[in-house]
């Protein structure tokens, strides 16, 4: 059996030495409840505390602008929901995007049936959302605007700074939902003028089920879950302290390597890219050739089907996405592709392949091998059952 390939970083990642040795140390040493007022209780608050500082260093926040939560999806779903329920009296407008993650798209479905008006803008064929659209799709009671960081299929990255700035000048929140970005673009709130800002470890290699949500001073919103006074009244629940160390430590550490892990992920990733294209006819990349995350590869292969080839790949031993979602048992082509303009069928015929850290040129060059064999031999056999 050959050497098992990950290339689908961006569905999770493995947590990596420093951060289990973080999670490790605070889960065995400091057990206490950070809300309890004895040394063990304080001893936690201050692990917490720490963790926040560090955090919001990473984002170019204060420390007390952070909440903690369990994910990427909880803090989308703070964010919208918690700002839509704080603002409701002022209107009931919200402005997203139709490539956003479930996490965004259905919280906001769910408000519309609540009484509240989304409007979904589309994207262009580099999976980009223009500025000016935002603009436009201003009423007097919108409320929220709310456009990821960058694409999870595609790893488009959207203009935020620009959006941001339109937000401010007509005095409407506006979050962005950064689960795909931290750790492999700069970021800083105060340049991207958001008020509300998602994130969550497991992307960045760090353990699953904890994540952060930047909230700017100031900004009104609105628990969606209740108990006790935890995280600033915003996310009740005693806090995973170990958890949240480790993600601290996670971001803490992609930021330091950020450079140098761009410069590794876009080596792989346009080695993967022009190697495929050399190989295989009728292929074409999927998103923005100027404005992308480094780890994430979007490819049509026109004529085969994606979870076949996925799953022939998966028997060669490498592990990818098709980013289609699975609904009672059939897979739908990906949102986000067709919100690009892309044909269902080639949309149907794609593959996402995100990079990460230990991935090596010698297993991209294994993919480029293997791959062609296995499009020809599903395109024959396409062909032969269209005969029949
Ligand atoms: N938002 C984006 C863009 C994502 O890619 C993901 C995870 O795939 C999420 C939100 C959800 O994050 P979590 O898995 O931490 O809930």
Redesign the pocket.
Known sequence: MNERIYLDH???TPVRLEVLQTLNEILSSTFGNASSIHTFGQEAKRVLEESRETVAGCIGAASGEVIFT???????NLAIRGTAYALKDRGNHIITTAI?????LNCCGALEEEGFEVTYLPVDLECRVHPEWVLEAMRPETILVSV?????ETGSIQPIAEIGRIARRKGVVFHT????VAGKVHLDVDELGVDLL?M????IYGP????GLYVRKGTKLHPIVYGGHHEKNLRPGTENVPAIAAFARALELAGSELPSARENLERLKERLASGLEGAIEQVQRNGSATEYLPNILNMSFSGVDGEALLLNLDLMGVAVSTGSACSSGAAEPSHVLMAMGIDPWLAQASLRFSFGRDNTAEQIDRVVEILPDIVNRLRDLGDARARR
């Open positions: 961006a569905a999770t369990s994910g990427g999806t909880e803090s989308d956003e993650h479930p996490a965004v990821m960081f960058a694409n999870n939902d950064a689960v795909q998602s969550s470890a497991h992307k699953k089920g904890v994540g």
